[in-house]
């Protein structure tokens, strides 16, 4: 290669190194490591589960085969009829209760996770190939190459020529597996995916900002059964900063709740969902998580009308009442069974009254969100432990662990979340412990769990009714100050409680983590461990709080000499004429 490598700075990551020039050309974060790492994990699991399922179908079709003089049928139509059937080995995390009130009318129906792939079962396996659609310098694609067993071909794109050679130069540099399995193309990620329907088992999306422009064509790019894995990193307009941005992006209403990053990861998956469903797809997540600015959903792609027809059950609208904490769920479509037939209604309404029950005040509405599981437990399970067996290849396996530690002791089937610090202060009291009120949940015979988006979030399948006599029992043993008689609080304490409750320590206050004090949330590992500007982009002074004032001060400065070098030059170009 014919340049000069005192001109970039050498960057490691993994098994991957990158060549980074000086200026802002290509961009490049380190904060994404977490991402990156996460996504590989994810891969892996993916991977050997990919592996599993295709040899299932192919014993399946070989004791169909076996079978063929007793029935006198033809290979092909065992095949066809081995497509056509819905072969499953595992149940999808689409089975859950609504997050309404539980009736028997009103259930969400179960569908199941098929491990056919497209097409007709073929004997031997590809590797799968992989799509990354915004490359930047090709850190990701380089990783996914070198790092992830059994990977096949990755494509990665980009609008930007200089972010093109940038990764062309990155694939060489990094030697001959990074030439054989990675090639990088300048091109529009939708035109690109739009024109090669069903061309890639995983595609991976991580746009700077929103992705919503991609997911039409990304939907359509993914074969059957395949990974979407997307990233969202505006997360002020999803986390109700710009309510109307978000309506218009992603089709859903955000609400300014503590929930509302977990509200984010909701309206990314409803919004996925609703691509999908033009095309008679449908969705199946597997993980997804909030991590640092940015929020990481990893769904698998499958293709069938009439599991299409559940979409209604896994989203709902949210009821937040301005005055306390509580919220409601309103699913947006619901079943009737009988005999073998199911019936598609809409869902029953309102499930809240004009004014909150608890505190009199009105509510603000949102959605629809994504209200079924957002992770498979089998799955994050498998992950964890792929994680740790190799802990020494991932470079921020500190950070990812913790956050998979705590997403596989969430609930899976309780949507958002309460903050017990805002009830509180809605009642105006000392907070009790999380493990005395995990303890007083526990005791009433309700469910409790942390969550991964907040240290200090607890999801519980107890009713806001028993939430607030909860807190109305521990005020009676540590009363607060008198208030106005129309504040949310003092309507809340007027009611005596109909549930006393039980603060005595259960055996399951903490959980499995907290117990051997595993850390769960990590500090960041250094300052201004944030988003980065975007590629091309001056630095300024405005820039410190992104990068750091050293990390300015020295870009200004070198960019002062070069302005100083330039004048100086043109001063010259000037002054040689009249010295002639």
């Not at 993914?222 to 218009?248: F, H, I, K, Q, R």
């Not at 940015?294 to 989203?315: C, G």
């Not at 899976?412 to 949940?441: E, G, W, Y």
Request: with cysteine.
């Amino acid at each position: 290669m014919s340049m000069d490598l005192n001109d970039y700075t050498i960057i490691k990551e993994g098994e991957a190194e990158i060549l980074m020039h000086a200026k802002n050309e290509v961009f490049y974060n380190k904060t994404q490591v977490n991402n990156r790492d996460m996504s590989i994990a994810v891969l892996r699991t993916f991977r050997s589960r990919w592996k599993q399922e295709h040899e299932a179908l192919l014993s399946k079709r070989n004791k169909s085969a076996a079978k063929l003089p007793e029935n006198n049928v033809t290979v092909s139509e065992v095949d066809d009829t081995l497509n056509d059937s819905d072969v499953n080995t595992e149940k999808s995390n689409e089975e859950c209760e609504g997050p309404a009130e539980k009736s028997q009318d009103d259930t969400c129906t179960t569908s199941e996770e098929p491990v056919k792939t497209e097409g007709k079962v073929r004997g031997e396996l590809k590797p799968p190939r992989v799509l990354e659609a915004l490359s930047a310098s090709g850190l990701r694609a380089l990783r996914y190459a070198r790092e992830v067993e059994g990977i096949g071909q990755v494509v990665a794109l980009d609008n930007d020529k200089g972010a093109v050679e940038a990764c062309q130069r990155n694939i060489k540099f990094n030697g001959s597996v990074a030439c054989s399995k990675v090639e990088s193309h300048l091109a529009d990620a939708r035109v690109y995916m739009l024109t090669n329907p069903k061309e890639f088992d995983v595609v991976d999306l991580d746009p700077y900002g929103s992705p919503s422009v991609f997911l039409d064509s990304a939907v359509q790019s993914v074969v059957d059964g395949g990974m979407l894995m997307c990233t969202a990193t505006d997360m002020a307009v999803l986390c109700g900063g710009n309510g109307e941005v978000c309506y218009s992006k992603y089709g859903s209403y955000p609400l300014r709740g503590k929930y509302c990053h977990e509200m984010a990861l909701r309206i990314l998956l409803a919004c996925i969902e609703s691509h999908a469903n033009r095309y008679k797809r449908y969705i199946v997540p597997v993980l997804s998580v909030q991590m640092d600015f940015y929020v990481r959903v990893f769904v698998r792609i499958y293709t069938s009308a009439s599991a299409m027809k559940n979409t209604p059950l896994k989203l709902s609208y949210v009821y937040q009442c301005t005055g306390c904490d509580a919220f409601h769920l309103q699913p947006i479509g619901r079943t009737v069974s009988k005999n073998t037939s199911v019936r598609y209604l809409p869902g029953f309404a309102p499930v809240v009254p004009q004014e909150c029950s608890h505190c009199q005040k009105k509510f603000n509405m949102g959605g629809p969100i994504w209200s079924a599981p957002i992770h498979d437990q089998e799955w994050v399970t498998n992950i964890l432990s792929d994680v740790k067996s190799m802990k020494d290849r991932y470079p921020a396996y500190d950070r990812i662990s913790a956050v998979l530690t705590t997403i596989s002791e969430e609930l899976p089937d309780v949507p958002l979340f309460l903050s017990l610090h805002n009830l509180c202060a809605t009642l105006k009291c000392t907070s009790p412990s999380a493990v005395i009120f995990r303890s007083a949940v526990i005791n009433a015979g309700y469910r409790i769990s942390g969550t991964h988006v907040n240290p200090l979030g607890l999801k519980s399948d107890a009713p806001m009714e028993v939430i607030w006599d909860i807190m109305r029992c521990w005020v009676k043993n540590h009363p607060v100050k008198a208030q106005p008689a129309d504040q949310p609080g003092s309507v809340i304490l007027a009611k005596e409680p109909v549930l006393q409750a039980n603060f005595a320590r259960a055996v399951a206050s903490l959980s499995k983590a907290q117990a051997k004090k595993v850390a769960r949330f990590l500090p960041n590992p250094e300052r201004h461990w944030g988003p980065k500007l975007r590629a091309g982009r001056q630095i300024t002074s405005k820039h410190i709080s992104l990068l750091g004032e050293e990390k300015v001060n020295g870009c200004l400065s070198h960019q002062d000499s070069k302005l100083d070098a330039k004048r100086q030059k043109i001063e010259k170009l000037e002054d040689a004429p009249a010295e002639s």
